[in-house]
């Protein structure tokens, strides 16, 4: 049987693989198991308490009603904070002290996909142990909990205020002067984004900051960024900045109307906390996906570059190990582990924007730091994407690709953690060479 957890949380279509009946099963489970991890540092004889939030999702309704219900049926308490992005659930958690946090979104996924996402004590994400002794702890029945035992359902008012303020104190450098152009994808960060800009003391124009609860992500946000570049260029904005639906990522366009992905946003970074002596023992740790113009970027700097493999778990992974200060992915998850314990979009941007102001520079000018080898992704979908990326034809034709490069580039092939998709990454030196490599190569995984 397939692992219910993906590489983030357990995603699938709403009221179809993602049911009311499998959200409350989840809650339920995840009270026992960690619920019972944090048992001794509980006073003795309260019942444990859980933040959760959700994007603007339409189906994140009936599963935030769906999740709290199996909480207080397994005797927990539910601290409702409505819709606030991922970072902010997972400062929540460790702010009001809850055993342990839910966020309800499928991130940058079209609406009519959901997500159920859980943190730890603290905020932290779940090891795979975890994950899977809840999985486990799903097909065992156990009594239930009655009369003053059952669990409550809370709204927390404060919420966004607090979170707001953990951002404000977390970038004190101030904005003023400053235009942004703000893409909140209608999503999570539709309220608290433009917010923490403004209060930070810059200009503020936000689009795309009215979710319905159906258009999130529709043709705009990190994904889709071209009506942002456009609007950049219209109000003469000193940036853009892109989240997607829950805030968890962000990605620039400069004064120009260029983008400024994750690579750059990680070198300008970087450098800026390499000066400051904040870049603990010089490491930068990014994925496999970071193109190879941030490897030479930082060797330049004399920073070295620690590479894990695809997924911003993997990445904090590495960042909690070592001890290290700035992690992130090409895709704009940027992990600051001094100001958060995961990606966080927003403080991505204030950090982006504060680097701006405090040395005058343009984005363009700061980004140009890092050349960005030419790189061609696509996205094939596919019915098995794990058979699919060991089918023996896709090997020979992904070692076909290698030797054509033969070292003056390089080919990633690898399943989506959270879709049915086969990703074909190709770095080139020329766009076109990038571009047919990448398309044959996508041709063989299409027609297994």
């Known amino acids: 049987m397939a692992r219910l957890f993906g590489t983030d949380g357990v995603r699938g279509r709403a009221n179809e693989q993602l049911t009311p009946e499998l959200a409350l099963a989840l ?48 005797g927990a308490d539910a601290i409702r904070v409505g819709v606030v992005p991922t970072p902010a659930v997972a400062f929540l958690t460790a702010d009001y002290r809850a055993d342990f946090g839910v966020m309800i979104s499928a991130s940058h996924n079209p609406m009519p996909d959901n997500g159920i996402k ?88 936000a689009i795309h900051a009215e979710p319905d609860g159906l258009n999130i992500n529709d043709g705009c946000g990190s994904t889709h960024l071209e009506k942002l570049q456009a609007a950049v260029l219209e109000h003469g904005a000193d940036l853009g900045l892109a989240h997607d639906g829950d805030a968890d990522r962000c990605l620039a366009v400069d004064s120009t109307g260029a983008v400024v992905d ?55 992974e590495e960042l909690r190990a070592g001890g290290y200060a700035l992690g992130g992915e090409q895709s704009g998850h940027i992990v600051i582990p001094s100001a958060g314990t995961t990606g966080d979009g927003v403080l991505t941007g204030l950090m982006l924007a504060a680097r701006i102001a405090s040395t005058g520079t343009r984005l363009a000018d700061l980004a140009a730091v890092m050349t960005v080898l030419p790189q061609e992704l696509i996205n094939v979908q596919v019915a098995d994407k794990h058979a699919v990326a060991v089918a023996e034809q896709v090997l020979a034709a992904v070692a076909d690709a290698e030797s054509e490069l033969d070292g003056q580039g390089r080919i990633l ?9 086969v990703r074909v990454m190709v770095e080139a030196q020329t766009p076109e060479s990038a571009r047919g490599i990448a398309e044959r190569v996508a041709a063989v995984v299409a027609a297994v």
Not at 29 to 36: I, K, M, N, S, T
Not at 413 to 421: F, I, N, V, Y
């Open 27 to 74: 809650a339920a489970a995840a009270v026992c198991v960690l619920g019972a991890d944090a048992d001794s540092s509980r006073p003795t004889g309260t019942r444990p308490r859980v933040v959760v939030g959700r994007d603007p999702r339409a189906s994140g309704e009936l599963l935030e009603a769906a999740l709290c219900a199996g909480l207080a049926a397994a």
């Open 262 to 316: 994750g690579d750059k946003i990680m070198a300008i970074l970087a450098l800026a906390m390499h000066e400051s002596g904040e870049l603990t023992d010089g490491v930068l740790v990014a994925t496999v996906m970071s193109n190879l113009g941030l490897h030479l970027a930082m060797k330049s700097a004399g920073i070295e570059l620690k590479v894990t493999g695809v997924g911003d778990r993997y990445v904090l």
């Open 118 to 205: 859980f943190f730890a004590a603290g905020g932290h994400k779940l090891r795979d142990d975890v994950e899977d002794a809840i999985e486990a702890e799903m097909r065992t029945q156990r009594r239930r909990p009655t009369g003053a035992d059952v669990g409550r359902i809370v709204d927390a008012a404060d919420a966004a205020d607090r979170y707001l303020a953990h951002l404000a104190q977390a970038v004190t450098t101030p904005l003023d002067g400053l235009t942004l152009v703000v893409d909140c994808a209608h999503g999570a960060a539709s309220q608290v984004g433009p917010a923490a800009y403004e209060a930070a003391g810059a200009k503020v124009i």
């Open 413 to 421: 092939l690898r399943p989506s953690g959270t879709e049915q998709l």
